[in-house]
């Protein structure tokens, strides 16, 4: 089974465009939207849930008016200022449990609350899961772990050979979650100078993993002078560049309508380069099972 992670430095390079594209050409995958901060890709697949599971990512505390003898320590140790008049404030408690740790007469209990949902379906290309993290909650990085999971278990039941993650983007503890153990990391960057800087960053944490990394350079043409950069970078760091897609409005009309592009118009500039970038992908991991 090959693992394959479509990351960015940044958020709207167009890096689940191209993953559900992607799926569209693959033969048999499980596709996994990591990004549970935003999730999209089933606004694209059209999936037909199969089932959905509680995430309780946190906990969080509650007292026991029974047993508390209104010493206030509680209230006085807890940094968040989630204890007042010997109530828990839901919203303002971040879980850590100092407050049941000292609590001397040990009426203060820490309890797991729901932080989202994760989501098993099916599309036509095959299982997509996917999850929601509730507005402020935290532990996406877990969630990810959680999404991956069940991605892993839905491709031994029904022997797929390939599993295709839409990272989140940034650099953070869910793009850790996400990258862990694959086989190839897909960058997709913008040719602006954030997009250069944020490829930089990113590449650091796919090196820090040993992953092999690789870029698809996105609406190349908007910046041709930033794109030879780009492509002057990867050629001295030995780093392959799948394709460069150009900006074309049948992406746009296709998110419109809630598909991949290379499905509403395979003939366009857009669906022809990303269809290069699948083709070399597929070169790479053939290269790769037979050394």
Same mark, same amino acid.
């Given at each position: ?14 890096k689940t465009t ?5 799926a ?9 939207d ?7 890709m089933?606004?694209?697949l059209?999936?037909?849930e199969?089932y959905?599971? %509680?995430?309780?990512g946190s906990k969080?505390?509650? *007292? +026991?008016?029974?047993?508390? &003898?209104k @010493?206030? /320590?509680?209230?006085? =140790? ?6 007042k008049?010997?109530?828990?404030d ?15 007469a ?9 932080s989202?949902?994760v ?36 491709? %031994?039941?029904?022997a797929?050979d390939?599993?295709l *993650? +839409?990272?989140?983007?940034? &650099?953070? @503890?869910p /793009?850790?979650?996400? =990258? ?6 897909v ?10 800087y ?5 590449l650091?944490v796919?090196?820090h ?5 690789t870029?698809?350079?996105n ?5 041709i ?10 050629n ?12 074309d409005?049948?992406?746009v ?8 592009v290379i499905?509403?118009r395979?003939?366009c ?7 290069n ?15």
């Amino acid at each position: 089974m090959k693992q394959i992670t479509v990351i960015s430095g940044k958020g709207g390079t167009g890096k689940t465009t191209i993953t559900a594209s992607f799926a569209s050409l693959a033969e048999r995958v499980v596709v996994a939207d990591c990004d549970v901060e935003a999730a999209n890709m089933h606004l694209l697949l059209s999936p037909q849930e199969v089932y959905k599971e %509680e995430f309780k990512g946190s906990k969080i505390a509650s *007292i +026991d008016e029974g047993k508390c &003898i209104k @010493c206030g /320590v509680c209230e006085k =140790l807890c940094r968040f200022d989630a204890i007042k008049a010997f109530q828990v404030d839901q919203i303002l408690c971040e879980g850590c449990g100092v407050c049941e740790f000292y609590c001397p007469a040990k009426a203060i209990t820490m309890n797991e609350k729901i932080s989202g949902y994760v989501y098993v379906s099916k599309t036509r290309y095959g299982p997509l899961v996917y999850a929601n993290l509730k507005a402020a909650e935290s532990n996406s990085g877990k969630l990810v772990s959680v999404v991956r999971l069940h991605g892993r278990q839905e491709a %031994e039941k029904g022997a797929y050979d390939l599993i295709l *993650i +839409d990272g989140s983007p940034g &650099i953070g @503890c869910p /793009v850790i979650a996400s =990258l862990t153990g694959v086989n190839l990391a897909v960058i997709v960057v913008e040719p602006t100078f954030s997009g250069i800087y944020d490829m930089k960053r990113i590449l650091e944490v796919v090196y820090h993993f040993k992953i092999r990394p690789t870029v698809i350079i996105n609406r190349y043409d908007l910046n041709i002078g930033n794109t030879e950069e780009i492509v002057e970078f990867c050629n001295l760091n030995n780093i392959d560049i799948l394709s460069k897609v150009p900006f074309d409005v049948n992406v746009v009309k296709a998110n419109v309508e809630g598909k991949p592009v290379i499905e509403y118009r395979r003939t366009c500039g857009a669906s022809k380069e990303i269809y290069n970038a699948w083709r070399n992908i597929k070169k790479i991991l053939s290269e790769a099972r037979e050394k």
